[in-house]
């Protein structure tokens, strides 16, 4: 019989792990909180309405025998840590579901816990919340940023989020404002490797806290020069000041927006998008830069 996988949240990254759960052979559910058409119409995966309760989670878990649940919903805000505490209630309930990873998708959560800080309220404490507990497996999959912004739209299920990922590859708009000197590490990984190991994890009997992976390590002033020299464009790259990222999240009228604009600032100039190295899982091999822009060319999703 098919192993059972459960994705919470019918968005962008849940596509990739749809395919790539279907791939290796797992029968997938995925639970969304209203029809989402891309995942409802699909004959091959089981779709369920939810309302992420606990109660919902548990009978959806047991009914198909849910071996493993991956939270993949997008919110930086109460909602976050309600859902994920709906999971975990769930899971240590439930007779099957016993593994469990959060929608963490950060960087390096080592050294730069807090960074960005929108997750200061959401994901630090539900990683303390996780570690207090010993019911349910759980690791958090790390993984800088997606590199898939590299890619134009038509070859992505990322939506467009030009400028917090601060090149724009679809409009034509050449100006790039790098936030410090574009000097700093940054890590990245094409999100359908990351739902790869998403896959392989399943594979493996014990997890570590974390789940490190990183398909390249590079800076904002090479991946532009890269994607120049790739696209035959002249990017105009200014560099912002950290002293006016820093003045904007000091500043006590700042909107939330601008805030969240600066928190993802800071994450790039801080070299919190870089998973530490010698913490990298490596059994799944991960796609560079310059294969993903190879793999754009091609047609379908990189
Ligand atoms: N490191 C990176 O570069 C990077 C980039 C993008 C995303 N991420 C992370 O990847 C994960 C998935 O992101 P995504 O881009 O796939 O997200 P998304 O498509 O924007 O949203 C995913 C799901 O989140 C749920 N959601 C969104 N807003 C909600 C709200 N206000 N209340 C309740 N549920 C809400 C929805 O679930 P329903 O199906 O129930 O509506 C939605 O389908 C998140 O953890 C995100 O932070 C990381």
């Given at each position: 019989?098919?192993r059972?996988?459960?994705?919470v949240g019918?968005?962008?990254?849940?596509?990739?792990f749809?395919?790539?759960?279907?791939?290796?052979?797992?029968?997938?559910i995925?639970?969304?909180?209203a029809?989402r058409?891309?995942?409802?119409?699909?004959?091959?995966?089981?779709?369920?309405?939810?309302?992420?309760?606990?109660a919902s989670?548990?009978?959806?878990?047991?009914t198909y025998?849910?071996?493993?649940?991956?939270?993949?919903i997008?919110?930086?805000?109460?909602?976050?840590?309600?859902?994920?505490?709906?999971?975990?209630s769930?899971?240590?309930?439930?007779?099957?579901?016993?593994?469990?990873?959060?929608?963490?998708?950060?960087?390096?959560i080592d050294?730069?816990w807090?960074?960005?800080?929108?997750?200061?309220?959401?994901?630090?404490p539900?990683r303390e919340?996780?570690?207090?507990?010993?019911a349910?497996?759980?690791?958090?999959?790390?993984?800088?940023?997606?590199?898939?912004?590299?890619?134009?739209a038509?070859k992505i299920?990322?939506?467009?989020?030009?400028?917090?990922?601060?090149v724009?590859?679809?409009?034509?708009f050449?100006?790039?404002v790098?936030p410090?000197?574009?000097?700093?590490?940054?890590?990245?990984?094409?999100?359908r490797?990351?739902?790869?190991v998403?896959?392989q994890?399943?594979?493996?009997p014990?997890?570590?806290?974390?789940?490190?992976?990183?398909?390249?390590?590079?800076?904002?002033?090479v991946?532009?020069?890269?994607?120049g020299?790739?696209y035959g464009?002249?990017f105009?790259?200014?560099?912002?000041?950290?002293?006016?990222v820093?003045?904007?999240?000091?500043?006590?009228?700042?909107t939330?927006?601008?805030?969240n604009?600066?928190?993802?600032?800071?994450?790039?100039?801080s070299?919190?998008s870089?998973?530490?190295?010698?913490?990298?899982?490596?059994?799944?091999?991960?796609?560079?830069?310059?294969?993903?822009l190879?793999?754009?060319?091609?047609?379908?999703?990189?």
């Open positions: 019989m098919a059972t996988v459960a994705l019918a968005g962008d990254v849940a596509k990739y749809v395919e790539e759960f279907l791939r290796v052979g797992y029968k997938v995925v639970l969304s909180r029809a058409p891309w995942f409802s119409d699909r004959p091959d995966i089981i779709f369920c309405v939810s309302d992420y309760t606990t989670f548990l009978e959806i878990f047991d025998t849910v071996e493993a649940v991956f939270c993949l997008h919110d930086n805000s109460f909602l976050y840590t309600s859902v994920h505490e709906s999971i975990l769930a899971c240590t309930a439930s007779k099957t579901a016993k593994r469990f990873v959060p929608s963490e998708y950060d960087g390096n050294v730069h807090d960074k960005p800080r929108f997750h200061l309220h959401t994901h630090v539900f919340r996780l570690a207090r507990q010993d349910i497996k759980y690791t958090l999959l790390c993984h800088g940023w997606f590199m898939d912004y590299v890619v134009p038509d299920y990322l939506k467009d989020i030009y400028p917090v990922w601060p724009d590859i679809n409009n034509g050449d100006d790039v790098i410090g000197s574009g000097e700093e590490a940054i890590g990245l990984t094409a999100a490797d990351v739902a790869r998403g896959a994890l399943l594979e493996v014990e997890w570590t806290e974390k789940t490190y992976v990183c398909g390249e390590y590079t800076t904002w002033n991946l532009i020069a890269q994607l020299r790739f464009r002249r105009n790259i200014v560099y912002k000041p950290v002293s006016g820093q003045k904007v999240m000091d500043d006590p009228a700042a939330e927006t601008a805030l604009f600066a928190y993802m600032e800071e994450w790039n100039f070299g919190a870089a998973p530490p190295k010698e913490q990298l899982l490596s059994e799944v091999r991960l796609r560079s830069v310059a294969e993903l190879e793999d754009g060319k091609r047609g379908g999703v990189v």
